[in-house]
């Protein structure tokens, strides 16, 4: 574990895993990084590195609550890419992180190099997701044992009930075995205040963002699992026509973790891309 200084002051801390050529990968959550663990052995044929973002992992918890907002972080990941000395390293994100990417990609676009985003978040371009768009991706799922309950528990979410959290967790992976419920227990975001500061007001504008990335002349790459619910194909297909000329890859049988169903799949698509 290597740290760096964020232009606050906080001291947050990287990961690196494997040798090559630098790929910058941006955990989703906010959540401790581990969770992305090598993306499948990816590091073996990128040398990753992972962040914690700032009160996850071993990163510090900042003194200004309000540097957890979206878009104060994307000066995080200009301030590690100076650290390394990058002039346009490739950008991974997942999840939730992917609006931070985005927004990392619109104001700086001269350095990024290729740009990939995994069952993306939308947040940041103002695409919403329905519930009946959620409803129909998890009918998909009608003959696994867990679905009885895991469904009782997505209409109470969707109907803003509240809800059963951990209930719907199977949704998020292709194959509810025992390596993803123990991946669902350690995925789990721990600092709250991150969580709930990320989304604060102000932390997107869709519309300055869709301008900016409607220029982009980076090469873009957006993954959907085929389940995936966080990150429905149709959302993230829409997402990938705000890019000039960006690909999009739909994994077959996976969840919101593609790397963990199919991962010589994920990492041939992956890798394809970034050469």
Same mark, same amino acid.
């Given at each position: ?7 606050d002051?906080?001291?947050l801390a990287?990961?690196v ?6 790929l910058?990968?941006v955990p989703?959550g906010p959540?401790?990084?581990r ?6 052995g990816l590091?073996g ?6 962040p914690d973002?700032r +009160?996850?992992?071993?990163? =510090? @918890?900042p003194e ?6 979206c #878009?104060?972080?994307?000066?995080d ?5 100076e650290?390394l000395g990058?002039?346009r390293?490739d950008?991974l994100?997942?999840?939730a992180?992917?609006n ?6 619109a104001r700086?676009?001269q350095h990024?190099g ?6 993306p978040?939308?947040?940041a371009?103002?695409i919403e997701i ?6 129909e991706?998890a009918a998909?799922?009608k003959g ?5 309950a ?8 969707t109907?803003?009930? +509240?809800?059963?959290?951990e =209930? @719907?967790a199977?949704f998020f992976?292709?194959r509810?075995d #025992?390596?993803a419920?123990e991946h669902?227990?350690?995925?789990r975001p721990e600092?709250p205040e991150?969580v ?5 007001e102000?932390?997107f504008d869709p519309d ?6 409607a220029?982009?002349g ?8 085929e389940?995936d619910?966080?990150?429905p ?6 997402f990938a026509?705000?890019f ?8 077959p049988?996976a969840?919101?973790?593609?790397w963990?169903?199919d991962a010589?799949r ?5 890798e394809?891309f970034?050469t």
């Open positions: 574990m290597t740290a760096f200084r964020a232009p002051g906080t001291r990287y990961r895993h494997g040798d090559g050529d630098p910058l990968c989703g959540a401790d990084s969770y992305l663990g090598e993306l499948g590091s044929h990128r040398r990753l590195i992972v973002l +009160g996850t992992g071993r990163s =510090a @918890v200004d609550a309000s540097s957890y907002r #878009d104060r972080l994307v000066d990941i200009e301030a590690l890419r650290h990058l002039p390293p950008l994100a997942h999840s992180a992917t931070i990417a985005t927004q990392y990609a700086f676009p990024v290729r740009l990939a985003l995994l069952t978040s939308t947040r371009v103002g329905t519930g009946e768009e959620r409803r991706l998909l799922r696994e044992p867990w679905y009885p895991a469904s009782t528990a997505l209409e109470a979410i109907r803003g009930e +509240g809800g059963d959290w =209930a @719907v199977p992976y292709g509810w #025992d390596a419920r669902s227990a350690a995925s600092n991150a709930a500061g990320f989304g604060a102000g932390a300055v963002t869709r301008a900016a990335i220029g982009s980076s090469p873009v790459l957006l993954l959907a699992g389940f619910l966080n990150s194909p149709r959302s993230v297909a829409r026509a705000l000039p000329g960006a690909a999009l890859v739909v994994q049988g969840g919101h973790y593609p963990l169903d010589e994920f990492t041939a698509a992956v394809a970034l």
